[in-house]
Each structure stands twice: as C-alpha cells, then as structure tokens.
C-alpha cells in the first residue's frame, strides 16, 4: 500500500533558475521603461531618435515578454506538478482508509453529522456506508440503548472540550452485539475554534471478552481460595479442643457461615435408627410449640433419612413439596428447600448435617460441595471427641489407682526411720499389685525393678528385664512419646493417664494407659511407672 507523507519541495537546482529567471525579468523590464522615457521625451523635444537606442528599446521589450511568459510557463508546471502530488496523496489516503480495519470518521462539530466514514464501518456496525450518506445522524442508532444517553452526551461535550474517548457497545441490525472502542480529536479553524472532529472506531469485542473472561477466572479464583480458607479455619476450630459441646458449637458455627441457611441441625446417631438434635440454629420466629431438647425421632419412621443412612449419600431438594416422603418430617414442613449431609469417619454414620430454606431452590450444588468438604474433619472431629471422652472415663480410674500409690510414696518417705519396714510394705504392695509396676533409671531408661503383673503383662521375666534399657527392648512402639514423658517429669510433676502404645515380647502392640513419677530408689533417680490395658478404650478407637 502506498504511504500519505507531506509533499516534498522541489530541489535547489530547479528552484534557483527560477530565481533567475524573475531577477532578469525585473532588470529587462526595468530597462524598457528606462528606454521607454527616454524614446517618449524625446519625442516630445523633437529630438531624433537613433536607431540604435530604438533596436535596444525592442529588445528589452522582447526580453521582457519572454521572461514573462518563461516564468509563466514555470508557475504553470509548478502547478501542474502540486496538483497531481495532492491528487496522489488524496488517493493514497483513500486506499489506506479503505484498507484498514478501524473506522475512521469525520463529524461536524455543530451539527454532529458525518462528514466522512470509511469502509470499515460496514464491518463493525452492520450497516451500509451509504445509510450514512442518507441521515448522516444514522450512526446513534447503532449505540447500544441501555448506553446511547451517556454516549451522545460525551461526544456533545466532546465539541466543546475536543476530547472524545470511550467504550462501548454497538447493536447490529440483526441483534448481535459488540464492543468498540472509539477515540475523537478536534480540527480547530483560524481562530481556534472546533469546526470537526476526526477519530477512530476500532472493534474490541474479543478483546472485551478475554478482560470479561479473566475477571470471572479471577472471581472463581478468589471464591476458591475464599472457601479453602473459610475450610482450613473450620478444620483448625474442629481440631483445637477434644470436648464435644466445644467440636459442636464450631461444628455449627462452620456449617452456618459456609452455607447461607434460615435453619441448621447437627443430628447425631444413637443406635442404629434413632437420631438426636445435638446443635440447632434457626433464623426464623420460634414457633407456638417448642418441642423438648434434646429432639429425638426414629428414622425408620422418616423414610427420607432411613433411605440417607442406609445409602450413606447425601440428599439435596430444591422444593420438598414435590418428596412424597416430606410430610413425615416432623417441624420440618415449613421447609420448602433442604440439604442433608451423613456424617461418616471410619465407613460408620455417625449422624447428619441439615440445612433448610423456607423458599425453593434455597440451595444448588455448590452448596451441597461445600456442606460435604465439611462433613469429612467434622465426622473425624466427634469421633476423636468421642474417643476422648472415653479414654476420660477409663482415665480416672486409673488415677485413683495411682492417687493410691502416691498416698504408700508419702507414707514412705514419711517414715524414713522405719525405712525397711515401709521397704518390706512397698515390695509387698509393688509385687502383689494387679497392676503393673515397674522401675526404671530416668536418663537411661533401665530396668531395675519390676512385678509379677508388668512380667505377665508384657511377656518377659524379670531376669529379661532388669539391666537392660527401654531402647534395647523397642518397648515404646514411639520413642518419642519416652521423650514427651521425661520432659513433662522434668518440670517437675507426675503425669497421668497418657494413653500411648507399648510393645510386648510378642512383637504385638498394646494400647496402654500410662502413669509415672520420679523417685529415689537405691540412690538413683528413677521412675515409678503403672501401665495398663484399657480395652474397653482400645475397642472404641478401633471403631
């Protein structure tokens, strides 16, 4: 494609005999004239004229008329040549303007009519060139409605500022809709005054749909993280206190701040088919009747929730008036939406999580998604509650027990005088006790010491044992939980009732409950230590 550049000025070597040509013109005219009145004043004398001074006075003349016309002839060509120049550069213009992908675009700035519009208009708004031609105001119809106020007043301030930048939409004839985006600036005339505006239109809908493309990717992004975090702080509350009123209450809170609800409920299994409200909130005016907490119902006479634990499946109704099933659903026909959650750690129901609605279509999919990622850490939660309440139980018993043992250490130490005779009482004690007992060095972690109940326990004789380390056995299936130990002895109290895992001869772990405090025994500083089984709370874990 040709390019519009400025015309370029003719070259020194024709521009100078131009010069020439005009200085000569003067002097050959000057000397006419000269001649001329000299020729006429002397004719007025009555003096002869020669003929020499009337052959020069010719020439002059001749000269005169030939230069003229020579310069003539020059402006002429110089004419010639500015025209074709502007004739190019209106064609070259036209072949750009015609090729492009942008409009460009020319508008009176007092009438706001199109002066000028190339061929691409036909590309961006559907409609013809010549429509333009016929109403010169017809491109206002091309902006979109809903935008064509707010347009129209832009490009009316724009005759005055000269500043016209903005995006927008266009609206086919045929409905389709696109963006462009469109850049104005003023053509000012001698005194200063905007006559035009001039610009650009350049379709941007591709555009406009990657930028509308990435916010959505950027909103479905920080949506995620959003609810991963909103996740990781529910896990974290679920995680930080064994007790369950404390792993309901955040239950609850979590399940209320993931899913926007008017009712939530923490139904907790008992049994096979009974079911309790542990936790409930309800956005909505108590009713008349307030039924007795905790609620409890069976469900095998709620075939929704019979069908919910037998299936293990969650359930989500968008309008519970099209559930044959509902109206079994005691306190619960109000609800027009419901979404319910089994609770399961272990392949075992450990109850639900529901959600209600009094509108339909009170909940979608996602909401279902996320009801579900917070059922997986609360199931794992009330079961590591429940377990703890258990190894709870079994753990007071044992501290009576060692509360027992510690009640014979006073009496010890208090009779120091008679330190054989309470020697003799704790060796009977230590070795008639049906609880296991044994002695070990604090640092070493060596036996000196153990009774009939700890050899039967673990599967060794006392020979086995004394003189040998805890760490040449392998009886702490974690060394690390010896390390804990020590550690909270160290500062100085007796620790009870640690549930940790010890190893017997056979190889076979034991789930153990695990008492101990510092004592003198020989001169060495030792550890008194009492451990034993808890099966009731072995087969609960198992569980």
């Known amino acids: 494609m040709p390019s519009v550049g400025p015309l370029r000025s003719q070259p020194s070597s024709k521009a100078v005999p131009g010069r020439a040509w005009r200085i000569l013109s003067i002097i050959a005219a000057a000397v006419a004239v000269i001649l001329s009145l000299i020729v006429f004043g002397a004719k007025i004398q009555r003096f002869e004229v020669s003929p020499t001074l009337l052959f020069v006075l010719l020439l002059a003349i001749c000269t005169v008329i030939f230069v003229h016309g020579r310069f003539l002839l020059h402006v002429h060509q110089q004419h010639?040549?500015?025209?074709?120049?502007?004739?190019?550069?209106?064609?070259?213009?036209?072949?750009?303007?015609?090729?492009?992908?942008?409009?460009?675009?020319s508008l009176d700035a007092k009438t706001k009519k199109t002066l000028y519009v190339n061929q691409a208009y036909e590309m961006i708004t559907g409609r013809s060139c010549q429509s333009l031609k016929d109403d010169p105001t017809s491109y206002e119809e091309a902006i979109h409605p809903e935008e064509r106020p707010h347009i129209l007043a832009k490009l009316d301030e724009a005759t005055r500022t000269g500043l016209f930048d903005?995006?927008?939409?266009?609206?086919?004839?045929?409905?389709?809709?696109?963006?462009?985006?469109?850049?104005?600036?003023?053509?000012?005339?001698?005194?200063?005054?905007?006559?035009?505006?001039?610009?650009?239109?350049?379709?941007?809908?591709?555009?406009?749909?990657?930028?509308?493309?990435?916010?959505?990717?950027?909103?479905?992004?920080?949506?995620?993280?959003?609810e991963s975090e909103a996740l990781r702080k529910a896990t974290l509350a679920l995680t930080q206190d064994l007790r369950m009123d404390f792993v309901l209450d955040a239950l609850l809170q979590s399940l209320t701040e993931l899913v926007s609800c008017e009712c939530a409920r923490i139904w907790l299994l008992e049994g096979d088919t009974r079911l309790f409200v542990a936790r409930e909130k309800l956005r909505r005016e108590t009713p008349k009747?307030?039924?007795n907490y905790p609620q409890t119902l069976n469900t095998v006479d709620i075939p929704i929730?019979?069908?919910?634990?037998?299936?293990?499946?969650?359930?989500?109704?968008?309008?519970?008036?099209?559930?044959?099933?509902?109206?079994?659903?005691?306190?619960?026909?109000?609800?027009?939406?419901?979404?319910?959650?089994?609770?399961?750690?272990?392949?075992?129901?450990?109850?639900?999580?529901?959600?209600?609605?009094?509108q339909p279509d009170g909940f979608n999919s996602e909401d279902l998604r996320r009801t579900q990622l917070l059922?997986?850490?609360?199931?794992?939660?009330?079961?590591?509650?429940?377990?703890?309440?258990?190894?709870?139980?079994?753990?007071?018993?044992?501290?009576?027990?060692?509360?027992?043992?510690?009640?014979?250490?006073?009496?010890?130490?208090?009779?120091?005088?008679?330190?054989?005779?309470?020697?003799?009482?704790?060796?009977?004690?230590?070795?008639?006790?049906?609880?296991?007992?044994?002695?070990?060095?604090?640092?070493?972690?060596?036996?000196?010491d153990v009774n009939g109940a700890f050899e039967l326990r673990y599967g060794y004789s006392r020979a086995e044992l004394i003189g040998h380390t805890v760490h040449e056995l392998k009886m702490w299936e974690d060394p690390a939980d010896r390390s804990l130990m020590l550690a909270q002895l160290q500062k100085g109290g007796p620790i009870r009732n640690i549930v940790t895992r010890l190893r017997m001869k056979s190889g076979d772990i034991k789930l153990t409950a695990y008492s101990a405090d510092r004592i003198h025994f020989d001169g060495l500083e030792c550890i008194l230590a009492v451990s034993e089984d808890v099966p009731q709370y072995?087969?609960?874990?198992k569980n």
């Open 80 to 105: 010639r040549q500015t025209t074709s120049a502007l004739m190019t550069s209106e064609h070259d213009f036209q072949q750009m303007a015609d090729n492009i992908q942008e409009i460009f675009w």
């Open 166 to 226: 903005e995006r927008f939409r266009v609206v086919w004839p045929g409905g389709e809709v696109r963006w462009v985006s469109v850049r104005g600036f003023p053509v000012r005339d001698l005194d200063g005054n905007i006559c035009r505006l001039v610009g650009t239109a350049q379709d941007i809908t591709a555009q406009k749909q990657a930028e509308e493309q990435v916010a959505k990717n950027l909103a479905l992004a920080e949506s995620a993280w959003a």
């Open 289 to 291: 009747k307030t039924p």
């Open 305 to 358: 929730l019979h069908r919910i634990l037998a299936s293990q499946k969650s359930v989500l109704l968008s309008d519970t008036k099209k559930e044959a099933d509902w109206k079994a659903f005691k306190n619960h026909s109000h609800l027009r939406s419901w979404l319910c959650v089994p609770l399961i750690a272990a392949h075992r129901t450990l109850g639900l999580l529901a959600v209600g609605h009094t």
């Open 375 to 448: 059922a997986i850490p609360a199931a794992v939660a009330i079961q590591n509650s429940r377990l703890y309440e258990c190894a709870s139980i079994y753990g007071s018993e044992l501290e009576k027990r060692v509360n027992d043992l510690h009640e014979a250490k006073r009496a010890l130490e208090q009779a120091e005088e008679g330190r054989k005779v309470s020697e003799d009482k704790f060796q009977k004690v230590f070795r008639s006790s049906p609880v296991p007992f044994s002695i070990t060095t604090v640092n070493e972690g060596r036996f000196l």
């Open 538 to 541: 072995e087969q609960c874990y």
